[in-house]
Antibody, heavy 121, light 107 residues
Framework: QLQLQESGPGLVKPSESLSLTCTVS??????????WGWIRQSPGKGLEWIGD???????YYDPSLKSRVTISVDTSKNHFSLTFNSVTAADTAVYYC?????????????WGQGTLVSVSS | DIQMTQSPSILSASVGDRVTITCRAS??????LAWYHQKPGKAPKLLIQ???SLETGVPSRFSGSGSGTEFTLTISSLQPDDFAIYYC?????????FGQGTTVEIK
């Protein structure tokens, strides 16, 4: 069974970039049939899918966030990452990494415990 | 984007009660609907997929039904472990979207 763990700073200044990493254990990413995704949860917007990436590096993003987000994968290190540019207070949320099934697409199976990221000066 | 709307937002119930949560989609999603529950401080957990298929290990008191735009999650006899927030999610087409959640609280 896969375990996922988010890591990264808990505080980011407005207009700067937010970078998080999700380390996968309990199995090899390169031999897993999942997409690797990020979801966030804030009191104002509830659960929000940010995007996900396949082992090939092919990524899909929520159109409303696409201009500010990059999700990348490094199967050699068994981790994947989220970079979010030009953050504002509205990006304050708990960020989760998760696995998404490929068939059918979009179902979320394994989740990390979540990490709170606050955007404040 | 497909909008998902749950009702009620808060549901107060007692142990042993039968409870039903409704989820409506802004357009047809066939049966591509999942239900999750979330306990305080934890990540959501997948309970039901394809509107009515229970995940392995999920108690049989949970059931899901519906297709198209209207769906329900029913807990036949509420247990203490079931007090949580429940979310529906559509996976018909990206962006994958969630309902705003239904809090099941102790009456």
């Amino acid at each position: 069974q896969l375990q996922l763990q988010e890591s990264g700073p808990g505080l980011v200044k407005p207009s700067e970039s937010l970078s998080l990493t999700c380390t996968v254990s309990g199995g090899s990413m390169s031999s897993s049939s999942y997409r690797w995704g990020w979801i966030r949860q804030s009191p104002g917007k509830g659960l929000e899918w940010i995007g996900d990436v396949y082992n090939s590096g092919s990524a899909y993003y929520d159109p409303s966030l696409k201009s500010r987000v990059t999700i990348s994968v490094d199967t050699s290190k068994n981790h994947f990452s989220l970079t979010f540019n030009s953050v504002t207070a509205a990006d304050t949320a708990v960020y989760y990494c998760a696995t998404l099934r490929i068939v059918p697409a979009g179902l979320l199976d394994y989740w990390g415990q979540g990490t709170l990221v606050s955007v404040s000066s | 984007d497909i909008q998902m709307t749950q009702s009620p937002s808060i549901l107060s119930a007692s142990v042993g009660d039968r409870v039903t949560i409704t989820c409506r989609a802004s357009q047809s999603i066939n049966s591509w609907l999942a239900w999750y529950h979330q306990k305080p401080g934890k990540a959501p957990k997948l309970l039901i997929q394809k509107a009515s298929s229970l995940e392995t290990g999920v108690p049989s008191r949970f059931s899901g039904s519906g297709s198209g735009t209207e769906f329900t999650l029913t807990i036949s006899s509420l247990q203490p472990d079931d007090f949580a927030i429940y979310y529906c999610q559509q996976y018909k087409s990206p962006p994958w979207t969630f309902g705003q959640g239904t809090t099941v609280e102790i009456k």
